[in-house]
């Protein structure tokens, strides 16, 4: 099966200046994350979700980050404005609706803010 | 809240050598446990994973990883690493039913010939 798929995979935009990812899951998936990982440590959960609705987004930032999944299949995350602090590789994953607790990961949009 | 520690930032091994890299977590009953890998410009991807049962489980690439409650630890190993086996090795901990992971810091691991 084809694997999740993430564009852009390299950016780079000044501060304040506003940026879009796109994730595009394994078909059937339904449940979706976003993630952030800062170089030199684990991926962060920024928000979850389950066919197109938010199960969890207490770790967003909602005052410049905003996440959205029509349909329950794309989703898309979107940083405005961009602050040097958002500089990150944002990982998308998916989970079937089966419960082996295996998430597979896209490879990811490598963000650098300047 | 659960939580992931994986002591070592670096690890270098040399080629045909044993590894064992550290994981310990933190949670209030049996987690789920997973070990990921991350070669540069990829995403993860799963070696293996602990829910129940057998405490010593087999994963893909001729890794195991041994649960031990009673030091909360699930160490990751392999008898003889091959210099492909470069790559960073997250070690994440899950709520049963909860569908989130948290994750460790990482272990960069290097092969030198």
């Known amino acids: 099966e084809a694997g999740v798929a993430q564009s852009p995979r390299y950016k780079i935009i000044e501060k304040r200046q506003s940026v879009a990812f796109w994730c595009n899951p394994i078909?059937?998936?339904?449940?979706l994350y976003w993630y952030q990982q800062i170089l030199g440590q684990g991926p962060k959960l920024l928000i979850q979700?389950?066919?197109?609705?938010?199960?969890?987004d207490s770790q967003l930032p909602k005052d410049r980050f905003s996440a959205e999944r029509l349909k329950g299949v794309d989703s898309t995350l979107k940083i405005q404005p961009a602050k040097l602090e958002d500089s990150a590789v944002y990982l998308c994953?998916?989970?079937?609706?089966?419960?082996?607790?295996?998430?597979?990961f896209g490879p990811g949009t490598r963000l650098t803010v300047t | 809240a659960q939580s992931v520690t994986q002591p070592d930032i670096h690890i270098t091994v040399s080629e045909g050598a044993s590894l064992e890299l550290r994981c310990n977590y933190s949670?209030?009953?049996?987690?789920?446990l997973f070990w990921y890998v991350q070669s540069p410009g990829q995403g993860l991807q799963l070696l293996l994973k602990?829910?129940?049962?057998?405490?010593l489980v087999q994963g893909i690439k001729g890794f195991e990883a041994e649960f031990k409650r009673s030091q909360s630890s699930f160490n990751l190993r392999k008898p003889s690493v091959h210099w492909s086996d470069a790559a960073e090795y997250f070690c994440?901990?899950?709520?049963?039913?909860?569908?989130?992971?948290?994750f460790g810091t990482g272990t960069r691991l290097t092969i030198i010939p």
């Open positions: 994953a998916t989970y079937p609706q089966r419960e082996t607790y295996e998430q597979y």
């Open positions: 078909s059937g998936h339904a449940t």
């Open positions: 979700f389950q066919n197109n609705g938010v199960v969890d």
């Open positions: 949670y209030g009953a049996t987690p789920y």
């Open positions: 602990y829910f129940s049962g057998d405490t």
């Open positions: 994440a901990v899950g709520a049963p039913l909860r569908e989130k992971l948290t």
